[in-house]
C-alpha cells in the first residue's frame, strides 16, 4: 500500500472509479521482475453465472486493501519482484484466448519468470498449461473438469483438468477438494490418471493428512491452479458454480506453502464479482500474497 495510514490515500479513492490494472505491490518493471502478474477477462464458456471476467479488476481492487508487509512471511511485498502486465486483450473465442496464453506464459517462462494469472474462467488454464510439459500439478476445483468437450468445445471450463492430463500425463495432477463429478467423466477410463482427493475425505482425514499421503508422488517442479469454487461458498460465494460442503481456506493456504517453493506458474480463476460480497475477492487477493510470500519467505511451513 505504501501509506501508513496517517494521510489519505487518494489513489485508492480514486481506484473505485477507474480500471485498475495494476496489482498495488507489483511496482517492478516487467525486465527487473520475477513475478509476472496478468488478468485474463474472458468468461464466454461460463455455464451457470457470467462475469468472471470482471475477476482480475476485483482482485487487484480487493488487493489495494491488504497490507505490503506480511508477519507471517516476514516478506515486503513490494520488494520481492512484482510487476503486472495488465489484462490481455481477449476475444469471444474460448480457442484464440487460450492460444494467447499459451504465448503470453511461453515469453515469460523463456524469460526465467513466474506467471500469476488473475481469471477469468478455468479454460484458460489449458493455454498456460501447454508451457509445463516436465511438471506436475496441483489444482483446486470443487469439479473434476474431466469432460473431452462442453457444449461443442475443447477448451470449455469444464475441461480444464482433461486438457492438462494430455499435456502433462499420467499421475502427474492432483485435484483437492472434488465433490461435482458427472457419471461420464466418472466411467471414463482416463478419470483414474488424475488423483481426486475428495472433499469429504478432506474434511474427515484433516489436508495435513491428506497431503502427506500423496507428498512423496509430487513432481519436483510444478503448477498451481485454483479455481475459487474447491473453496467452500462460505469463504468464497462469489464463484460461476458454487458447490456446497468445500475447502477451507486455510486448507488452500496449507497447501500453497507446503509446495510455493517447487511452483513455477500460478493461477487463480473462476472469481465472479457480481455473487460477491467482497470475501471471495480479498481472499483471492491474500492467496496471491501466501503464494509469492511462501516461496519468498525464509521461515518454514
Ligand atoms: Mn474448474
Ligand atoms: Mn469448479
Not at 520481492?80 to 511461453?106: A, H, K
Not at 474462467?121 to 489444482?139: A, Q, V
Not at 475459487?228 to 497447501?255: C, H, N, Q, S, W
Request: proline share 3%; with cysteine.
Amino acid at each position: 500500500m505504501g501509506s501508513n495510514g496517517s494521510q489519505k490515500d487518494h489513489g485508492i479513492e480514486l481506484s473505485a472509479y477507474a480500471s485498475h490494472r495494476k496489482l498495488a505491490d507489483a511496482v517492478y518493471d516487467y525486465e527487473d521482475s520475477k513475478y509476472v502478474v496478468f488478468g485474463v477477462p474472458f468468461d464466454y464458456t461460463s455455464s451457470f453465472r457470467r462475469g468472471s471476467s470482471r475477476g482480475p479488476l476485483e482482485v487487484r481492487r480487493a488487493y489495494d486493501n491488504l497490507e505490503s508487509f506480511d508477519v507471517a512471511y516476514e516478506i515486503d511485498f513490494t520488494k520481492v519482484g512484482m510487476c503486472d502486465i495488465g489484462d490481455l486483450y481477449v476475444t469471444e473465442s474460448p480457442d484464440e484466448t487460450v492460444d494467447t496464453v499459451e504465448n503470453v506464459v511461453s515469453i515469460i517462462r523463456k524469460d526465467g519468470k513466474i506467471p500469476i494469472m488473475i481469471g477469468g474462467e478455468h479454460s484458460i488454464t489449458g493455454g498456460s498449461i501447454r508451457n509445463y510439459h516436465d511438471y506436475g500439478m496441483i489444482i483446486i476445483d470443487a469439479h473434476s473438469d474431466f469432460r473431452n468437450d462442453y457444449m461443442g468445445n475443447r477448451n470449455n471450463h469444464a475441461c480444464a483438468t482433461r486438457r492438462s492430463l494430455e499435456v502433462l500425463g499420467h499421475g502427474k495432477i492432483f485435484s483437492f477438494g472434488t465433490r461435482s463429478t458427472s457419471i461420464e467423466e466418472y466411467q471414463d477410463p482416463e478419470y483414474k490418471n488424475v488423483t481426486f482427493l475428495r472433499s469429504e475425505d478432506i474434511h474427515r482425514y484433516g489436508i495435513e493428512s491428506t497431503y502427506s499421503s500423496i507428498e512423496q508422488k509430487l513432481h519436483d517442479r510444478l503448477y498451481f491452479s485454483i479455481d475459487m469454487d474447491g473453496i467452500d461458498p462460505a469463504f468464497a460465494p462469489g464463484v460461476g458454480t458454487p458447490e456446497p460442503y468445500g475447502l477451507k481456506d486455510t486448507d488452500v493456504r496449507f497447501l500453497i506453502r507446503k509446495t510455493a517453493k517447487n511452483t513455477y506458474g500460478f493461477d487463480i480463476l473462476e472469481f465472479t464479482p457480481d455473487f460477491d460480497n467482497g470475501n471471495t475477492a480479498m481472499l483471492a487477493a491474500k492467496l496471491i500474497q501466501d503464494f509469492v510470500g511462501s516461496r519468498e519467505t525464509k521461515k518454514k511451513f
